[in-house]
Every structure is written in structure tokens, then in C-alpha cells.
């Protein structure tokens, strides 16, 4: 039985071809009801309700007030869920709708609840289909297009593959609607190749169009915790019962050989650090190379406002960041502790105190890597 997430976005359901959305939805219902009598496990992660909302109201350009974009998101997320249950009632299946916001996965307590609901409702034989909460998420509305979201509802879930359906067929060298010499890349398979992959995606990069910044994104997020993915062109009919069958994509982005477990991956991913410490040599030594918990003798400085037990980046001697995770006191301790610190202890004469334990933090690696010879 596999698990596989499907993440389906706005100019997707928009339709192609004079095609209307209920359509669009009509046929992806009926390839996900199709796995489902399998006996595999799916879950949707759909875009598209503020794209509604805009139809409903008549509005010709999206608007621009982040206010105008909730009350347009409240709009049609009713009208996107109607047609969902509309279309998956017709397969003989109920739906459920899962609003989710940032803060609901960076926090451990609902990120379990999250997780722990979803498999429910996949116990159940119900298609959960999961949007960001719009209506009330004021940080640009969105995770990544939901691409970020599809990865990390994916890793929650321990989800086996993730399928990102896109408006091109694959991943390519160069944006191929304006470089005629693009190559296509149908495989990734090294995390290396990837993460030098995304440094090129950035506004004026390779990859700075067609939304596949965030497609790369979430690739490394979902193949870091183990999950296969699977990018497509969601425009071509066959393609999704293609994938749902155990077909693969135009590129297919292959696991990281040691996958995070579901703690590191949380730690990684879903928390969005509010502060920063910067470390000396040794100490960004000890946590890479010997495993070693981040102690106060290695600390040079604080940055940020923040609680005991709240998301930090622990940053190297020139500001690259090397780890995240949960600082065991507060920045206004550190702070003082930095300042009231016997010599003994900075001559590591005495026994430091622990400031992120090694079951609380992760290794982010450098953003410069560049990708192996092959």
C-alpha cells in the first residue's frame, strides 16, 4: 500500500482547451478514486481558492491587498470544496477539508495533531484535501504556492512519494519557453546536484520563472525525509493515473540516501527560527563532525528576541548558516550568560551549559554546494 501526496495548483485548474475547473476537477477526482479503490492511500494538496473567489466577484486582476486576498479566499474555498465533494461523491467517496497555516506546523504539538488527523482520515478511505488557511494567514498568504506545504504535509505523513503537477513536463536546464537550447533533467538524484539546482532558482536564476523555485524547494524538502518525488505536466489527461500507477514523472527527484526522521525533519522545515547565534570555528566543528549538543563556550553572539524552547539558526563565523533548532534559554539569558560568563568556563575549565541539546537540532547544509562529476 503507498502513501502519495498530490499537489494540484491554480493555473492547473484554471483549465486548458476552454475547459472548465469543474472539469478539471471531475477528471483528477477520478484518477485519485481509481488509486483509492486500489487500495493505496492519497491525499490532495490543492490550490486554486482564491483564483475562485476572484471568478465569483467578477474581479478581472488578483487583487493586491493582502485584506482583499482573505476575503476572496473565503469565497472560494467553499466553491472549491463544493466541487470536490461534488466530484468525489459521484466515485462513491467523501472528502475532508484541512485548512492549515505556518504556525500549525511549527509548532510540535499541533504538527502531531495535524499528522495524527490526516491518517484518520486516510483510515477512514476519505480524501483529505489540504489547503493553506488564506482567509486567515497573513504572510503572503501562502507557504510557496503550496508546493512548500505539499512537502511538509508529505514528510508529516510519512508519505511515500509527492506529486507536484505543474504546466511543463518536466524539469529543464533553462526555462525552455524562452531558451530554445534547454536540456531536459529527468532525473536528480544526488542532494548535492539538487541544492545547486535551487541556488540557480533564484529572481534573474535559471529557474526564475514558471514557479519551479518553490517546486525545487519543496523537492528538497520532501527528498530529505525520504519521499520520493515526482514533478509532471498536469495539463496531459493520462498522466496523473500514469503516476497514481506506479508510472513516474518527467523528472523524478530520488530520496536522500540518510533521510531525516520526522523530529529532525520538523526541525528543519517546518519551524521558522526567530533568532540567530553565531558560533565560533570549534563549535560549528564539534556539531558537524563530532555530533556534538551546541555549548555556551561556543557562542560569540546573540541576534533576535526569543523564549526558552523557540526555533533559532546557529550561524558560522562568517554568517552561514550551519544548524537550527530549539535554544534551551532564552535570548535575554544568553545574552547575560555571554556577558557573566566565568574565564573558567570560556578556558572550558568548567563544564559549559547546553544551549541547543543534539536531539533539538539539525545540520543545515551549505548553500553553495555544488553538484558531483558523473
Same mark, same amino acid.
Given at each position: 500500500?503507498?502513501?502519495?501526496?498530490?499537489?494540484?495548483?491554480?493555473?492547473?485548474?484554471?483549465?486548458?482547451?476552454?475547459?472548465?475547473?469543474?472539469?478539471?476537477?471531475?477528471?483528477?477526482?477520478?484518477?485519485?478514486?481509481?488509486?483509492?479503490?486500489?487500495?493505496?492511500?492519497?491525499?490532495?494538496?490543492?490550490?486554486?481558492?482564491?483564483?475562485?473567489?476572484?471568478?465569483?466577484?467578477?474581479?478581472?486582476?488578483?487583487?493586491?491587498?493582502?485584506?482583499?486576498?482573505?476575503?476572496?479566499?473565503?469565497?472560494?474555498?467553499?466553491?472549491?470544496?463544493?466541487?470536490?465533494?461534488?466530484?468525489?461523491?459521484?466515485?462513491?467517496?467523501?472528502?475532508?477539508?484541512?485548512?492549515?497555516?505556518?504556525?500549525?506546523?511549527?509548532?510540535?504539538?499541533?504538527?502531531?495533531?495535524?499528522?495524527?488527523?490526516?491518517?484518520?482520515?486516510?483510515?477512514?478511505?476519505?480524501?483529505?484535501?489540504?489547503?493553506?488557511?488564506?482567509?486567515?494567514?497573513?504572510?503572503?498568504?501562502?507557504?510557496?504556492?503550496?508546493?512548500?506545504?505539499?512537502?511538509?504535509?508529505?514528510?508529516?505523513?510519512?508519505?511515500?512519494?509527492?506529486?507536484?503537477?505543474?504546466?511543463?513536463?518536466?524539469?529543464?536546464?533553462?526555462?525552455?519557453?524562452?531558451?530554445?537550447?534547454?536540456? !531536459?533533467?529527468?532525473?536528480?538524484?544526488?542532494?548535492?546536484?539538487?541544492?545547486?539546482?535551487?541556488?540557480?532558482?533564484?529572481?534573474?536564476?535559471?529557474?526564475?520563472?514558471?514557479?519551479?523555485?518553490?517546486?525545487?524547494?519543496?523537492?528538497?524538502?520532501?527528498?530529505?525525509?525520504?519521499?520520493?518525488?515526482?514533478?509532471?505536466?498536469?495539463?496531459?489527461?493520462?498522466?496523473?493515473?500514469?503516476?497514481?500507477?506506479?508510472?513516474?514523472?518527467?523528472?523524478?527527484?530520488?530520496?536522500?540516501?540518510?533521510?531525516?526522521?520526522?523530529?529532525?525533519?520538523?526541525?528543519?522545515?517546518?519551524?521558522?527560527?526567530?533568532?540567530?547565534?553565531?558560533?565560533?570555528?570549534?563549535?560549528?566543528?564539534?556539531?558537524?563532525?563530532?555530533?556534538?549538543?551546541?555549548?555556551?563556550?561556543?557562542?560569540?553572539?546573540?541576534?533576535?528576541?526569543?523564549?526558552?524552547?523557540? !526555533?533559532?539558526?546557529?550561524?558560522?563565523?562568517?554568517?552561514?548558516?550551519?544548524?537550527?533548532?530549539?535554544?534551551?534559554?532564552?535570548?535575554?539569558?544568553?545574552?547575560?550568560?555571554?556577558?557573566?560568563?566565568? !574565564?573558567?568556563?570560556?578556558?572550558?575549565?568548567?563544564?559549559?551549559?547546553?544551549?541547543?541539546?543534539?536531539?533539538?537540532?539539525?545540520?543545515?547544509?551549505?548553500?553553495?554546494?555544488?553538484?558531483?562529476?558523473?
Amino acid at each position: 500500500m503507498t502513501l502519495r501526496v498530490v499537489k494540484v495548483g491554480t493555473s492547473l485548474l484554471r483549465g486548458q482547451n476552454g475547459q472548465t475547473t469543474a472539469a478539471v476537477i471531475q477528471h483528477l477526482t477520478g484518477a485519485l478514486a481509481t488509486s483509492l479503490a486500489r487500495g493505496d492511500r492519497v491525499l490532495l494538496v490543492s490550490s486554486g481558492a482564491v483564483g475562485l473567489g476572484c471568478r465569483r466577484l467578477g474581479l478581472d486582476e488578483r487583487p493586491d491587498r493582502v485584506v482583499a486576498l482573505q476575503a476572496a479566499a473565503a469565497i472560494g474555498q467553499g466553491h472549491l470544496m463544493g466541487l470536490y465533494e461534488q466530484a468525489m461523491a459521484s466515485h462513491g467517496h467523501a472528502v475532508a477539508q484541512v485548512l492549515l497555516t505556518r504556525s500549525d506546523l511549527a509548532d510540535r504539538r499541533s504538527y502531531h495533531s495535524a499528522s495524527a488527523t490526516l491518517h484518520q482520515l486516510l483510515d477512514w478511505n476519505v480524501l483529505p484535501i489540504v489547503n493553506e488557511n488564506d482567509t486567515v494567514s497573513a504572510a503572503e498568504l501562502r507557504f510557496g504556492d503550496n508546493d512548500t506545504l505539499s512537502a511538509l504535509v508529505a514528510a508529516a505523513v510519512g508519505a511515500d512519494e509527492l506529486i507536484l503537477l505543474t504546466d511543463v513536463d518536466r524539469l529543464y536546464s533553462a526555462d525552455p519557453r524562452i531558451d530554445a537550447t534547454a536540456k !531536459p533533467i529527468t532525473d536528480v538524484r544526488d542532494p548535492a546536484e539538487l541544492a545547486a539546482l535551487e541556488e540557480g532558482a533564484g529572481d534573474g536564476g535559471r529557474w526564475g520563472t514558471g514557479g519551479m523555485t518553490t517546486k525545487l524547494a519543496a523537492a528538497r524538502i520532501a527528498t530529505a525525509s525520504g519521499i520520493s518525488v515526482h514533478l509532471a505536466d498536469g495539463r496531459q489527461p493520462m498522466v496523473l493515473e500514469k503516476l497514481l500507477a506506479g508510472g513516474r514523472g518527467g523528472t523524478v527527484f530520488h530520496p536522500h540516501p540518510e533521510p531525516l526522521g520526522n523530529r529532525k525533519s520538523w526541525l528543519a522545515h517546518a519551524l521558522q527560527p526567530l533568532g540567530s547565534l553565531q558560533l565560533d570555528a570549534g563549535a560549528c566543528q564539534a556539531l558537524q563532525y563530532r555530533g556534538a549538543s551546541l555549548l555556551l563556550v561556543g557562542v560569540k553572539g546573540v541576534e533576535g528576541q526569543f523564549g526558552a524552547n523557540q !526555533p533559532i539558526r546557529m550561524l558560522d563565523p562568517k554568517g552561514v548558516e550551519v544548524a537550527r533548532g530549539l535554544s534551551s534559554m532564552s535570548s535575554e539569558a544568553l545574552d547575560r550568560a555571554l556577558r557573566d560568563e566565568s !574565564p573558567r568556563v570560556r578556558a572550558g575549565e568548567e563544564g559549559s551549559p547546553v544551549v541547543v541539546h543534539r536531539d533539538a537540532l539539525v545540520m543545515i547544509p551549505p548553500p553553495t554546494i555544488q553538484p558531483q562529476e558523473t
